[in-house]
């Protein structure tokens, strides 16, 4: 195989794989930033990078997920290690992250408390914006917890406890100022659970019974046994499963119930405040 410049490995991969999985691949195999790739167009790769990255590319063909190739996922102002025991974190999740922190005054103690945590995406960057506070993070599979405790590490963020467990089980008897949750909410026949990237993340992660809305159903119907009085409850949810989840805080006596689109404008977040009379 002929020396290839980076140019050329870039080129030469066009008809496989999109430009930009293209860039972030050879980035990661050269350890580099983009600018690099931008400003050094001539240098020749090593054979051993060229097969490195040739390994990479026909695995993207294949369908593997970009950040699982590479290890890593930006979220919201943090960078993430990702393995296939946890779900990739995405863009529209940073929204669950913005209302949270509006929610958190920053010079304040509170405490809260993340349900199905994964990468810890979610409970590690409010902990790291919110210093004072002291987060909670639960996970059922104890992979996923061990792949979050090396980012709370690999960040420098101390006030966080992550514990494996199903939902509150692990919780008795604590309260918290917040709670929020990126749940499993896909259908478990969802033909999308067999396209792209979902094809290769963690099923239990992703989809649950009652038309996806099972672990929805059961966050919210006990989290009030877990918040404080004027406590809030956020939780990302699917595309249609808006009013039904502003259907089941009504329920369960929240009040200020409201969801949140994300850029894409679909509604995606909803949420609501607990008042209650002890």
């Known amino acids: 195989m002929q020396p290839e410049t980076i140019t050329q490995a870039l080129t030469s991969t066009c008809r496989e794989i999109d430009q930009i999985d293209a860039r972030l691949l050879l980035q990661h195999v050269l350890d580099v930033e983009h600018a690099f790739l931008l400003t050094?167009?001539?240098?020749?790769?090593?054979?051993?990078?060229?097969?490195?990255?040739?390994?990479?590319?026909?695995?993207?063909?294949?369908?593997?997920?970009?950040?699982?190739?590479?290890?890593?996922r930006d979220f919201y102002d943090l960078t993430f290690k990702v393995t296939e025991a946890v779900l990739i974190p995405r863009?529209?999740?940073?929204?669950?992250?913005?209302?949270?922190?509006?929610?958190?005054?920053?010079?304040?103690f509170c405490k809260i408390l993340d349900l199905g945590t994964g990468s810890g995406a979610i409970a590690i960057t409010i902990a790291k914006h919110r210093p004072q506070s002291q987060v909670t993070a639960i996970?059922?599979?104890?992979?996923?917890i061990a792949v979050s405790r090396w980012n709370a590490g690999n960040l420098e963020v101390n006030n966080i406890s992550l514990r494996t467990g199903s939902w509150f089980d692990e919780l008795s008897g604590e309260k918290f100022?917040?709670?929020?949750?990126?749940?499993?909410?896909?259908?478990?026949?969802?033909?999308?659970?067999q396209q792209g990237d979902l094809r290769f993340e963690p099923q239990m992660a992703l989809s649950t019974g009652d038309n996806g809305l099972a672990c929805i159903r059961h966050i919210i119907a006990t989290a009030p046994d877990y918040l404080v009085n004027d406590g809030w409850l956020l939780l990302e949810h699917g595309y249609d499963q808006a009013a039904e989840c502003r259907r089941?805080?009504?329920?369960?006596?929240?009040?200020?119930?409201?969801?949140?689109p994300d850029l894409a404008g679909i509604m995606r977040i909803s949420g609501g405040q607990l008042n209650f009379i002890r």
Request: hydrophobic share 35%.
């Open 91 to 108: 863009p529209e999740t940073e929204l669950l992250v913005e209302l949270a922190l509006k929610l958190i005054p920053d010079n304040q």
């Open 248 to 260: 089941l805080f009504g329920d369960r006596d929240f009040s200020n119930i409201c969801s949140y």
């Open 40 to 72: 050094h167009p001539d240098q020749v790769l090593t054979s051993q990078q060229t097969d490195e990255f040739s390994r990479l590319v026909r695995q993207r063909s294949e369908g593997m997920p970009v950040a699982y190739l590479i290890g890593k």
């Open 177 to 193: 100022d917040l709670i929020v949750s990126n749940p499993p909410y896909v259908a478990e026949d969802d033909p999308h659970l």
């Open 139 to 144: 996970d059922l599979s104890s992979e996923a």
